[in-house]
């Protein structure tokens, strides 16, 4: 009887989470053990932007993950709460939910739940820094009267639900919520709106989306301009043998411990290979690179146009010399700026809950 009632909750909740996809997009991949329920949701937002969650109250995931910049923090690299610099750029969170693989050059992290343990628990650099504290920090849980009746909502009829994995799947669930779509690409493109594009931007489409003259989609792929999974499916470079998931654009000197997934792999034809990341909202997350080493839009596609700046052995044969004039340049880059969500940096479904409380 009891496992009859608890079960008609469990179901009740999971019920109560709507995507609100815009007609024809695909759901993410949700965990078997990590079911969407608006209470989780709602408890992860509140985690994502709580700064107990770092060793001295300074950070939360939403310092580096900044919702107006589009989930990013506008620094080449980002710095840990204790100062330390990491030796990558923040990554945007929009869409991750449809990420196959996360963070730059990581083949082996695949889902939200494992990652957050990342800057949870990272000590070379510290972000957070919560090792060896993660008892005090849930302890801090415990005592808060909103957590205590969010926590009791999510996981109902547990004796103690303030668990470490608890906190990462309510954040994961968080996360995979921060969906946008609704750029003037979009309504240009699906949502029958033809002059939601300027005529520039239109030309940079073809640029962008042309084998000849600018050969990014090869790379930047579908909807999301970048390799997808989703319920039912997986959409990457068309091409494996050519591009791969991986990819060596001639961006840096490679130097450890930005590698790309050679940090992994140990392989020598790995060195300087990264994940092609998405390109939405791309205009609000500059510097730009896993190194934050272009500052610009213009720089990017500079560095494009050039055919990369740092030859290499492992170099992509995509990426080579384009003949792009300064009007074909420009024009790319309105294309690329019309990537931009504008009501997702302001959607209160992913704005800090804390914002003007004490905590
Ligand atoms: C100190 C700044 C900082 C903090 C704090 C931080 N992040 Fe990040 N985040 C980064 C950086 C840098 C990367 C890229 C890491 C890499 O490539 O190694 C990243 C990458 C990610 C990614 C991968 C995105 C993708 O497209 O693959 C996710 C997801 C993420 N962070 C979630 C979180 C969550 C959840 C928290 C809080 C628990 C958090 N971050 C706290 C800086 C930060
Ligand atoms: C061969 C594959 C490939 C092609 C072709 C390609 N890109 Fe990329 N792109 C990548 C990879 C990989 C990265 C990440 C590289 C890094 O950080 O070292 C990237 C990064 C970027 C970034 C920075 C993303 C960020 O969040 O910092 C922009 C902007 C970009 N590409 C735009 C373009 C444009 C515009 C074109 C066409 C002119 C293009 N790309 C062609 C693979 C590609």
Not at 63 to 88: I, K
Not at 90 to 113: K, R
Request: some cysteine.
């Amino acid at each position: 009887m009891k496992e009859a009632i608890l079960f008609v909750a469990v179901t009740a909740l999971a019920a109560d989470f709507e995507w609100n996809l815009p007609k024809g997009f695909p759901k993410p991949v949700v965990p078997a053990d990590n079911p969407m329920s608006a209470a989780k949701v709602e408890l992860g937002r509140y985690l994502f932007y709580d700064k107990r969650i770092s060793v001295n109250g300074k950070q939360s995931c939403g310092s580096c993950h900044r919702q107006e910049l589009a989930f990013t923090d506008g620094l080449a690299r980002a710095a840990g709460t204790t100062g330390e610099l990491h030796p990558r750029s923040s990554m945007s969170l929009v869409n991750v939910a449809y990420a196959p693989t996360l963070t730059w050059a990581n083949p082996t992290l695949t889902s939200l739940e494992e990652q957050a343990l990342g800057p949870l628990l990272n000590t070379a650099p510290v972000e957070l820094g919560l090792k060896g504290r993660e008892e005090v920090f849930l302890g801090e849980l415990r005592r808060d009267p909103v957590y205590q009746q969010l926590f009791k909502k999510v996981y109902p009829g547990t004796a103690n639900p303030f668990t470490l994995g608890n906190v990462t799947k309510t954040l994961a669930a968080f996360e995979r919520t921060i969906i946008s779509m609704r750029s003037p690409y979009d309504r240009y493109r699906w949502g029958g709106e033809p002059d939601a594009l300027s005529p520039a931007a239109k030309r940079g489409e073809l640029i962008f989306f042309s084998s000849e003259r600018g050969g990014c989609f090869q790379c930047h792929e579908g909807w999301n301009f970048s390799e997808i999974r989703y319920e039912g499916g997986h959409d990457g470079p068309d091409d494996r043998a050519m591009t791969g998931a991986f990819l060596n654009t001639g961006v840096s000197h490679y130097a450890a411990p930005n590698r790309g997934i050679y940090e992994f792999t140990g392989q020598p034809q790995d060195i300087g290979k990264f994940r092609a990341p998405t390109l939405r909202n791309i205009e609000l997350t500059a510097p730009y690179m896993h190194d934050g080493s272009m500052a610009t839009l213009e720089d990017v596609i500079a560095h494009y146009a050039a055919g990369g700046k740092y030859p290499h052995a492992n170099q992509s044969k995509v990426i080579r010399p384009l003949q792009l004039s300064q009007q074909d340049r420009r024009d790319l880059i309105e294309f690329l700026k019309s990537l931009t969500d504008r009501d997702m940096l302001r959607d209160p479904r992913w704005s800090d809950p804390w914002a003007g409380k004490p905590h």
